[in-house]
């Protein structure tokens, strides 16, 4: 299982190095397929302007959880990395169904596997990711991460749906899956290993 330490790094680093690592919820979930980084100088991110009610998980521990709604209507589960000072975060975009797909079916309402997990708002519905989850530590039940068995190969492109920021390349995507949420950046950025490390020219900024 991932370790606290894991976490307590940059977003850019931990959002590629979660690609091919498996997230379960109540043993529900997959491998994760899609990320994206949020820094804490980042004009995209929700803690630039400092802590709020709202983003007060960003602030704490690495390693824990953090859910806020998007628009309104759906929620966006999220891993806090780096520390108090840093206030990262790594939103967990899409992951391919492989544990309890029964149950992701039911809770969605869809047949099709490919279109369970394929966004932030769906994976929390199959998940049954609420508020509920705001700051709770991944090591304890009912999180369950586990690190990815082998080597995989990323793509990086611009992340989704903002309007700041929009020029960092920091939406990470397991190349060749058909799970993700929109189509794949187009050329190759790092070829990652299975023990974390990676030869992307993104990883320490």
């Known amino acids: 299982m991932l370790t606290p330490d894991f976490y307590a790094r940059s977003p850019i680093s931990v959002a590629q190095d979660l690609l091919g690592a498996t997230l379960l919820v109540d043993g529900v979930g997959g491998p994760i397929v899609e990320t994206e980084a949020y820094a804490h100088d980042d004009p995209a991110s929700h803690s630039f302007r400092g802590p709020t009610a709202r983003n007060g998980a960003m602030f704490g521990p690495p390693g824990r959880a953090y859910v806020y709604r998007s628009y309104g209507m759906h929620w966006c589960f999220n891993i806090v990395c780096g520390d108090a000072s840093c206030a990262g975060a790594v939103l967990v975009r899409a992951l391919e169904p492989t544990h309890g797909v029964d149950a992701m079916r039911q809770r969605r309402g869809v047949s099709e596997t490919r279109l369970l997990c394929a966004g932030p708002g769906r994976l929390c519905q199959a998940l049954a990711i609420t508020r509920d989850h705001d700051g709770w530590p991944l090591e304890r039940p009912p999180f369950r991460l586990e690190p990815r068995p082998r080597s995989v190969a990323v793509l990086a492109g611009p992340r989704i749906g903002i309007s700041k920021g929009v020029e960092a390349p920091w ?35």
């Open 171 to 205: 939406r990470f995507v397991l190349a060749g899956s058909r799970h993700l949420s929109r189509p794949a950046p187009r050329s190759a950025d790092a070829t990652i290993g299975g023990d974390g490390a990676s030869s992307s020219s993104e990883r320490d900024r």
